[in-house]
């Protein structure tokens, strides 16, 4: 079994290595749209453009299963990707809407995740009696992709995004975002014991392991080894040292062309 997923840069890893935990010896391909980070901001049209893109680029790789680990993207061009594939699919908001308990519920999100509400769409349409509010965080991509994770400037500008949020009395935070789970201390620091962290990529891995399992799917890969591939469309270097903090690996990353559908080096 090949399992696809993708992201505008290293939020997606934060997915994998879910998705790894349960599933170790599984074989991944993994697209980072490094050129274009960050989505958050992008248009919808933008959006589905890139999804479209996305979705040529794997129809070529071969894959099983396909995992949707930008959060903007499964907000707005769920359907483009779905209509191209003929693999099962797991996305983030859906799988992570499943599993809401509370009554008041805060999501921080990328502008374009927000603009769209679907996080609130999708768990009012389980619990429609939940409150749910949606808080825009256009800044903390751009530092999480530049590794600024530790200094007083991003520890302010998420004292300011978690406020509101606090002041609604939220039971429960969803990081609707896939580069958030990177900044789990800080967001853990800020927060009181009593709400509770939902990263989606939970619910997501548990899903697509129980998949896995009713269709007694023999997901190891012929070596029983973790098989990574690494695909960037820029900087495949500093990638690389990415993928080595978070996943404690040191992959080959490769440059591709998502216009031209194939690799340049
Ligand atoms: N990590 C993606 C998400 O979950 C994209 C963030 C971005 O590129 O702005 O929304």
């Known amino acids: ?3 696809g997923l993708f992201d505008s840069g290293v ?6 290595k879910k998705v790894v935990e349960l599933l170790p010896n599984s074989s991944f391909i993994y697209l980072a749209d490094t050129a274009r980070v960050p989505y958050g901001v992008k248009t919808s049209n933008e959006i589905i453009k890139i999804a479209e893109e996305v979705s ?20 707005i061009a769920l359907d483009v990707i779905k209509n191209k594939f003929d693999v099962p699919i797991f996305d983030l908001i859906e799988s992570a809407s499943t599993t809401i308990k509370e009554s008041r519920v805060g999501v921080l999100a990328t502008p374009s995740t927000v603009k769209t509400k679907a996080y609130t769409k999708a768990i009012l349409n389980l619990s429609p009696r939940t409150i749910v509010i949606e808080q825009s965080c256009p800044e903390f991509v751009p530092m999480i992709e530049m590794n600024n994770i530790n200094s007083n400037q991003i520890n302010d500008i998420a004292i300011g995004y978690i406020k509101p949020l606090l002041n609604q009395k939220i039971e429960s935070l969803i990081l609707g975002c896939s580069h958030y789970p990177l900044i789990t201390p800080l967001l853990t620091e800020l927060l009181p014991s009593s709400v509770k962290l939902i990263d989606p990529a939970e619910a997501l891995s548990l899903k697509l392991k129980l998949f896995m399992d009713s269709k007694t799917i023999n997901y190891a890969n012929k070596n029983s080894l973790l098989d990574l591939k690494f695909y960037v469309t820029s900087d ?9 903090n978070w996943l404690n690996v040191l992959p080959e990353v490769n440059l591709v062309s998502l216009q031209k559908k194939g690799c340049v080096s």
Do not use: H
């Open 1 to 3: 079994m090949r399992i």
């Open 11 to 16: 939020g997606g890893l934060t997915v994998l």
């Open 56 to 75: 040529s680029w794997f129809s070529l790789q071969n894959i099983d299963i396909f995992l949707v680990a930008c959060n903007t993207t499964n907000a």
């Open 236 to 244: 495949p270097k500093n990638f690389s040292i990415r993928v080595k």
